[in-house]
Structures are given as structure tokens and as C-alpha cells.
T-cell receptor
Framework: DGGITQSPKYLFRKEGQNVTLSCEQNLNHDAMYWYRQDPGQGLRLIYYSQIVNDFQKGDIAEGYSVSREKQESFPLTVTSAQKNPTAFYLC?????????FGQGTRLTVV | GIQVEQSPPDLILQEGANSTLRCNFSDSVNNLQWFHQNPWGQLINLFYIPSGTKQNGRLSATTVATERYSLLYISSSQTTDSGVYFCAVGPIKAAGNKLTFGGGTRVLVKP
């Protein structure tokens, strides 16, 4: 099946630790995106990549980092510099028109 | 940046009722999508509709790009329609085909 796969579904992190969220797509899309959703709110853009080996900051990039070494993969690292990382993280991809989303990762800092 | 406002913020419906959700945006767009977020958080694509009218079963959507708004119609609502409906737009001026989301409309359909 074609689609976007995010893993893990749930992630617990201790304060001060870095964690990496996985996003893989087999849709052959060039562009990929990471969004953050806080309870009761809409989605906000963290980072996006339009092509392999290139990525740009979104509206709330501080405390996050990404890489884009392969078209199908766009991992997001939540660093210890992110002050309030507990949130729902969604990955998306598109090929110039309609965007499609993965099922999300719920990150909780304990 | 572009502003996206959705109304109403909350909607309670009796099963079988019809409803209209509205999305206003502050600048010209070349992308507009409606999503339904289910209780598990998954975003389900409803419509890709930067302009015009589309229908899919009991749902339909209309975007009037020149007046900067879009409407989502739910007819004969069912309990499975409950959840949060998001409008997201892609400004013409923005690089990367990024989407900016509204705050959502939370819909509860009662049996």
C-alpha cells in the first residue's frame, strides 16, 4: 500500500534527552513536512523539505532538527533545547497539490 | 503570514441534521484542503479544493477564492462524523507549498 508511515506511535522521553521520530513515505513525493499539534489547537509547521538534501525552517523550528538524505525519509529530532516538547507530531508529503498525512507520533516528556 | 479562521469553533448536532462549516483566509491561495481528524488523531483528507465545488457522498465543499472563503457542508449527519474538521491553505506567495491550518471546528453528533 502507498502511504506515509510514522513511528513510533507513542514515545516517552526523559527531560534532557534527544529523541528522533521517523517518517517514511512510498508515494514518490518530493516534498515532506513536519507539523506539531498541541491539545485543542491546529497544526503548526516545524520544518519542510522540497527535495533531497534540502530543508527549510517552518514557523516553530527552534529546538528541532531534521535531515533529508533519501526521498522517502524525513526524520525529526526533538532536542533537549525544545522547552515544551510534549505534543502530537504529524508528518506529511505532497507532490505539488494535495498533501497526505501519517498517523502521528504522541511524544510525552516524563 | 496568512491568517485562517474557522467557524464555529464548536458544533453540536442531532443525528440527521445538516450543517455548514466556514473557513476564511486573509490572502490569495493556490491550495485549500479540508481534513477530518478522528479521535485517534489521524487526519483524513476530505477535499482538495482551491476553487469551485466538489461533492463526496454526504459531504460537499465550495471555495470562492476571490472572496477568500470556503464552506464545508455535512448533510444527514451521523455519529461517525464527530471529530475535528480542519481547513488548511497554501498561500500563493509562500514557497514550498506549505499549508497553514485554521484552529478547527469541533463537531459532536449525538444519536
Amino acid at each position: 500500500d502507498g502511504g506515509i508511515t510514522q513511528s513510533p506511535k507513542y514515545l516517552f522521553r526523559k527531560e534532557g534527552q534527544n529523541v528522533t521520530l521517523s517518517c517514511e513515505q512510498n508515494l514518490n513525493h518530493d516534498a515532506m513536512y513536519w507539523y506539531r499539534q498541541d491539545p485543542g489547537q491546529g497544526l503548526r509547521l516545524i520544518y519542510y523539505s522540497q527535495i533531497v538534501n534540502d530543508f527549510q525552517k517552518g514557523d516553530i523550528a527552534e529546538g528541532y532538527s531534521v535531515s533529508r538524505e533519501k526521498q522517502e525519509s524525513f526524520p525529526l529530532t526533538v532536542t533537549s533545547a525544545q522547552k515544551n516538547p510534549t505534543a502530537f507530531y504529524l508528518c506529511a508529503s505532497n507532490q505539488g497539490t494535495e498533501a497526505f498525512f501519517g498517523q502521528g507520533t504522541r511524544l510525552t516528556v516524563v | 503570514g496568512i491568517q485562517v479562521e474557522q467557524s464555529p469553533p464548536d458544533l453540536i448536532l442531532q443525528e440527521g441534521a445538516n450543517s455548514t462549516l466556514r473557513c476564511n483566509f486573509s490572502d490569495s491561495v493556490n491550495n485549500l484542503q479540508w481534513f477530518h481528524q478522528n479521535p485517534w488523531g489521524q487526519l483524513i483528507n476530505l477535499f482538495y479544493i482551491p476553487s469551485g465545488t466538489k461533492q463526496n457522498g454526504r459531504l460537499s465543499a465550495t471555495t470562492v477564492a476571490t472572496e477568500r472563503y470556503s464552506l464545508l457542508y455535512i448533510s444527514s449527519s451521523q455519529t461517525t462524523d464527530s471529530g475535528v474538521y480542519f481547513c488548511a491553505v497554501g498561500p500563493i506567495k509562500a514557497a514550498g507549498n506549505k499549508l497553514t491550518f485554521g484552529g478547527g471546528t469541533r463537531v459532536l453528533v449525538k444519536p
